[in-house]
Nanobody, 125 residues
Framework: QVHLVESGGGLVQAGDSLRLSCALS????????MGWFRQAPGKGREFVAA????????YYSDSVKGRFTISRNNAKNTVYLQMNNLKPEDTAIYYC??????????????????WGQGTQVTVSS
């Protein structure tokens, strides 16, 4: 059974940085592409970033491109989301997810098979 645990969320000011981490257990990490999604109050869950199993291929939403960086350390079974120049509109619960199709960095919710419990990111203006 795949288990995902996010960490690293918090309350920051606009312009600050945060790094989220997501640790996977119960499976071989490199066999999974990984994604980050977020859900703001009153809104649906939206794609943020994804990385394929080898780490070679990444994909970002337009709203975070150039500010956020997704990376992974397969030796540590962990995927990261480095978030720079945070804006109030980045405020959301951030979820990591695992996709058992490792070749591609996919962007839709239905592509992902396992989800973490989420970590809150709040950006004040």
């Amino acid at each position: 059974q795949v288990h995902l645990v996010e960490s690293g969320g918090g309350l920051v000011q606009a312009g600050d940085s945060l790094r989220l981490s997501c640790a996977l257990s119960g499976a071989t990490f490199g066999y999974y592409a990984m994604g980050w999604f977020r859900q703001a109050p009153g809104k649906g869950r939206e794609f943020v970033a994804a990385i394929n199993g080898s780490g070679i291929s990444t994909y970002y939403s337009d709203s975070v491109k150039g500010r956020f960086t997704i990376s992974r350390n397969n030796a540590k079974n962990t995927v990261y989301l480095q978030m720079n120049n945070l804006k109030p509109e980045d405020t959301a619960i951030y979820y990591c997810a695992a996709d058992r199709t490792p070749e591609d960095a996919r962007t839709t919710i239905h592509d992902y098979d396992w989800w973490g419990q989420g970590t809150q990111v709040t950006v004040s203006s």
